[in-house]
């Protein structure tokens, strides 16, 4: 990674704080019958609410639900606070009658919190209670595993959702990271809601494989498609003065680009020129990401732009509004999606399998996400972009080395799902050929990894970033509604 990061890899994206709901579950029978109980279980709800209050995570937390009445005021508490998602926190035994309406009413994806408050009863010390009664009502305060199967039963027939978490309170890193692991992916849902995807020109045309049904991508993941022009672009490059240009390109080489010596100045003055008209057009559009593809048509003003987008569109990547190529809509999903989780999320297809070594080579032409790269990004002329027309300055970049996640939209039986694979980046020789490109291991060999990626149909352009993203990738599938498949 550069040194010098004006916009550091983060994870907080979103508009507005995810809104978390939280609610525990008893029975007001037991109240009266065993003293403490309620005020003991509510202080335990209280302690989780406060372990859910992660950074950028507004926490509602309705109480202890006990009867239906207080079941069907806490459902509309919910949807009065606009929650994103419901973790119920099972303290005790307690009807389903008093579960199912908060989860009908509130219409959120659900996760079950199946906590006891201690890893074991200390059973000496449970045996040696006074009475009968005063053991009941201890064997209650750890009961939390008794209702789920009654709860899960219940939603299962109701067509409802849910999720399970099971451990402790306290003391449960394995519980609380799949915690944690929920509410990331929460999050993630509702900022791809709150997204804008600019599309920009139009397909590729012939590859069939990256065409895709715009208002599917909208109903699953919530995204409003915005339409832009190439002219906006170009109409926005003149609004810049000559001073301006020369300060973004005193940038490139201060902040983003290791600028090769062959560069010519025209060539970057003209791209810097475009770096502002994108974060221009960005701005002016709201944009949380954009997918563009435009074929020159003899406009030069239009040409000039987009021959010179590729520096200026991974400086916005960076600025995680990631920009896709070739009009490439299910990838721009994608690599929001991985920018989201803080992973990054750089365009990517094939390049070669390297059946010596054991790896397989990706990368693409055109941007690259710059905060992830191993070392500085290289900035070189290209005389030609292959398969494309026009000519100017495009980005080198390895993906940083160490494990990575590869992530694909891909529509499957009417709807969406997503595929992942979990690879290495290592090092080792690359094409230097002005793109980015890096070579990854796999746990399956390349012919078996080829064969099983390949199996699922995705487009042949997928999204990349650092870190192990799968579980977190499996559980926004889950709150999306939509398969998860995970190759290795």
């Not at 009413?105 to 006074?130: C, E, G």
């Not at 994108?278 to 003003?301: F, I, M, P, Q």
Request: hydrophobic share 45%.
């Amino acid at each position: 990674m550069m040194t010098t990061d004006p916009w550091p890899l983060t994870t907080d994206h979103s508009a507005r704080p995810l809104r978390v709901g939280v609610f525990g579950i008893g029975l007001d029978t037991y109240w009266p019958q065993f003293a403490g109980l309620h005020d003991r279980l509510a202080a335990q709800l209280d302690r989780v609410a406060r372990k859910l209050a992660l950074p950028g995570v507004a926490v509602h937390n309705a109480g202890l639900v006990d009867n239906p009445d207080r079941a069907r005021a806490a459902g509309h508490e919910f949807r009065a606070a606009d929650v994103d998602i419901l973790f119920l926190y099972v303290t005790t035994y307690a009807l389903s009658s008093t579960v199912l309406p908060v989860a009908q009413i509130a219409k959120v994806p659900v996760v079950i919190l199946n906590l006891a408050p201690a890893p074991a009863i200390d059973y000496a010390a449970f045996n040696r209670l006074p009475d009968r009664v005063t053991m009941t009502g201890e064997w209650l305060a750890h009961c939390s595993a008794c209702p789920v199967p009654e709860i899960a039963n219940v939603f299962k027939r109701a067509r409802i959702p849910f999720h399970q978490v099971t451990g402790t309170v306290d003391d449960d890193p394995a519980a609380w990271r799949e915690i944690t692991e929920w509410v990331e992916a929460a999050r993630v849902a509702a900022a791809m809601r709150d997204n804008r995807l600019g599309l920009m020109g139009s397909y590729y045309g012939g590859m069939l494989d990256i065409y895709t049904d715009l208002t599917l991508q909208q109903a699953v993941f919530g995204t409003h498609l915005e339409f832009v022009e190439v002219g906006q672009l170009a109409r926005l490059r003149a609004r810049f003065s000559d001073a301006d240009v020369a300060r973004r390109a005193a940038e490139f080489s201060e902040k983003f680009f290791d600028v090769q010596p062959d560069c010519a100045p025209a060539d970057i003055a003209a791209a810097a020129r475009t770096s502002l008209a994108l974060d221009a057009l960005a701005d002016a559009n709201r944009l949380g990401s954009l997918a563009y593809y435009h074929r020159n048509t003899g406009v030069a003003e239009n040409d000039e732009a987009i021959n010179t987008i590729i520096p200026g569109a991974s400086i916005l990547t960076q600025r995680h509004i990631p920009v896709a190529g070739e009009y490439e809509v299910k990838n721009a999903q994608a690599m929001k999606v991985m920018d989201l989780f803080g992973a990054g999320g750089s365009f990517t297809e094939y390049y070669a399998l390297d059946f010596a070594a054991g790896h397989v080579l990706m990368g693409h032409d055109g941007p690259g996400h710059l905060a992830i790269a191993e070392g500085r990004t290289k900035l070189r002329p290209l005389r030609a972009y292959h398969g494309k027309t026009g000519s100017g300055l495009s980005v080198e970049m390895s993906v940083r080395h160490g494990p990575v996640t590869l992530l694909s939209v891909i529509e499957e039986n009417g709807s969406l799902a997503l595929l992942t694979a979990l690879g290495e980046s290592v090092p080792g020789p690359i094409l230097e050929i002005g793109n980015t490109n890096s070579r990854y291991k796999f746990t399956l060999p390349p012919r078996e990894f080829a064969n099983a990626w390949n199996a699922h149909g995705p487009a042949h352009h997928c999204a990349i970033g650092t870190g192990d993203v799968t579980p977190r990738l499996a559980k926004l599938a889950a709150l999306l509604g939509i398969p998860a498949h995970r190759v290795c």
